[in-house]
């Protein structure tokens, strides 16, 4: 068995364990992906070393999780952490997500047999630099297999969250999930329930993020895992996408979501745009209206947003990722036609606002790509982008921070604070995205008087 090189830092860690006369094994996630030849993220290092023997041993670490037996170790590049957790057995989980009490013991097979998934319950012995793998998780792993470790039913009970990391690692890797494990899943969706949804939302995040989201969702949607999480997806299947070649808006939503390519884009970002995608349509079945045998949905745009918001406040994204969200879903139909004037240009960007747009444009790249199955954009598409991108970069007033004038010019002139001056001023903006030309002092002076008094000077 060749076992993984050990990155210097994670070695340096566990010989000075060692050397305290402890044992060390790299356990989890870290020998999976070594083995995959994946980039590992974090380290975990089990030990038989009490947590407080640890924090002596390591006086810079933080005391992540002492009574669970865990401190952690920020590298030096600051790039990854690494876990240093006292071996342990756990006791009943009568609440399905918090085990009722931890002992400590030493044996790593003990520890081992606690872990989720075969493929995450092998251990490198960095004392005797020996593999152990007592259920069989290397060859699961070449088998491209998720399997339960023992009886998957008393595993998804134990901890609901299990069901939901099964699919994560199934997608994230491109894995089959053992089919007792899977049926397991489905047997014990609901048991997802009880779990915060901090923690759904964040193994619900990896599964939107990788390569093609669609096969996450579409094991989530078949074990019932989906009603745990965005339930209201379920009421899109069957609601036909009139004049497209997807059979209903489900499998649009599917579709979209795929096409939204990660490009580099920061991780944050994708999410968003992929939350969006997936979400861009599900207030279609709100307004499903047929007329003569005309499929509309007037006004979806709205009831999606309301329902995606809906949707991400349950699962407690944060508000900065649920307002980038709703406001991309909520503007997702916009509409260009050549003869659009440059004020309708301008108006245009002043609504949805100049920083939104790539990934507005980047949204409906991947809802016409969905829509026509090949990545082309609506012709008209580039054309607006370069009338848009002109605008920008004259630089003309576009917001009311652009205005050549404040509120406190206008309190001066005796325009009263709050609503009436908001109001003055957001006329202001519509004057000057009509003709940037007003766009100095005097002029605006002059327009708020007669708009406020009814007079010019
Ligand atoms: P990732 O690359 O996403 O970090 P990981 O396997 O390291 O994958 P973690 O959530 O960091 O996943 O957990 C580390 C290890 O702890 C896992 O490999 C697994 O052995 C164990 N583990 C984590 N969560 C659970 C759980 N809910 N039940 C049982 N074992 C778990
Ligand atoms: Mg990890």
């Avoid at 595993?155 to 199934?170: C, K, M, N, V």
């Avoid at 920061?266 to 997936?278: C, D, F, G, K, S």
């Amino acid at each position: 068995m060749i076992i993984p090189s050990i990155d210097p830092e994670v070695r340096r860690i566990a010989d000075r364990i060692i050397q305290s006369g402890k044992k060390a094994f790299l356990v989890g996630g870290a020998v999976r992906d070594s083995f995959l030849k994946r980039p590992v993220i974090d380290y975990d290092i089990a030990t038989d070393a009490t947590p407080e023997e640890c924090m002596m041993l390591f006086p810079f670490a933080i005391p992540t999780g002492i009574k669970h037996g865990t401190i952690t170790i920020i590298s030096r590049s600051r790039r990854y952490k690494i876990e240093i957790t006292t071996l342990r057995k756990e006791a009943d989980y009568s609440d399905g997500r918090h085990p009722d009490s931890v002992t400590f013991v030493d044996d790593i097979t003990q520890d081992l047999s606690r872990r989720d998934f075969t493929i995450n319950a092998m251990a490198i012995d960095l004392v005797r630099n020996i593999f152990i793998d007592p259920f069989d998780g290397k060859k699961d792993l070449k088998n491209k297999i998720i399997r339960a470790v023992g009886n998957p039913i008393e595993r998804f009970q134990e901890d609901g969250l299990r069901t939901i990391r099964a699919i994560r690692f199934s997608a994230q890797l491109e894995f089959a999930i053992e089919p007792n494990t899977l049926a397991a899943i489905t047997s014990c969706s609901s048991n997802l329930s009880r779990v915060s949804a901090e923690r759904i939302r964040d193994e619900f995040s990896k599964i939107i993020l990788t390569a093609k989201p669609s096969i996450g969702l579409r094991i989530l949607s078949e074990t019932g895992l989906i009603e745990e999480i965005i339930p209201e997806l379920k009421d899109c299947k069957g609601i036909p996408q009139p004049n497209h070649c997807e059979k209903d808006v489900y499998e649009h939503l599917l579709s979209t979501l795929d096409a939204v390519i990660p490009d580099n884009l920061e991780e944050e970002r994708l999410l968003t745009l992929r939350l969006a995608a997936l979400l861009h349509d599900i207030g279609k079945p709100v307004c499903y209206r047929t007329e003569n045998e005309t499929v509309s949905f007037y006004r979806h745009e709205i009831e999606s947003e309301r329902i995606a918001r809906q949707a991400l406040m349950r699962l407690k994204y944060p508000n900065r990722v649920i307002d980038k969200v709703c406001h991309l879903v909520r503007y997702h139909m916009f509409d260009y036609e050549p003869n659009w004037t440059d004020a309708a240009i301008r108006r245009f960007i002043a609504r949805v606002g100049f920083s939104t747009i790539p990934d507005l444009f980047a949204l409906r790249l991947a809802d016409t790509t969905a829509t026509t199955g090949k990545p082309i954009s609506w012709p008209a598409l580039s054309e607006f982008k370069a009338r848009i991108d002109r605008i920008l970069e004259e630089k003309q007033a576009l917001s009311l921070k652009d205005l050549a004038i404040n509120g406190e010019n206008l309190a001066r002139i005796g325009i009263p604070r709050g609503k009436q001056m908001g109001e003055v001023l957001s006329e202001l903006l519509d004057t000057v995205l009509e003709d940037p030309a007003l766009n100095t002092k005097e002029k605006l002076l002059e327009i708020a008087k007669a708009k406020y008094f009814g007079r010019f000077d």
